[in-house]
């Protein structure tokens, strides 16, 4: 099933590459595959969301509200995440390599499988029950423990 926004047409496979999706509410968005290169993401609502195995290399997420999106093999690399949160969620598998994740949330989240080399964490939350790669070192990364 697809949905229009902005005059974009949403949907599992889409190309949305360099589209304009600020603010809109594509809470449980089924957008799994799908090609959001350099998309603008601002403050939208992505809570629920199937981002499995999608392309967000640059896009800008700043503000976007990514509680329990399901994040597994998706490519953020270079993607702005300031003030993000994505509490619960998998990122098992994901690129987050470069990505600036400051100051996000990823309290609870799943990160052991997620590349995160080079990637800005400085002041991101993060709880007991966030789970990390092996060697990484929050308190390094300059964290924040909640």
Known sequence: MSQTVNGYVIKRGGDLEGANLASADLQEADLKNANLHRVFLTRTNLQGADLSATDLRGADLRGADLRGANLRGADLSRADLNAVGYCWNSLSRTNLEGADSRPASVCGADLREADLREAVLEGA?????????????????????E
């Open 125 to 145: 939350h993060y709880n007991s029950q966030t789970q990390f790669p092996d060697g990484f070192d929050p308190v390094e990364a300059k964290m924040v423990k």
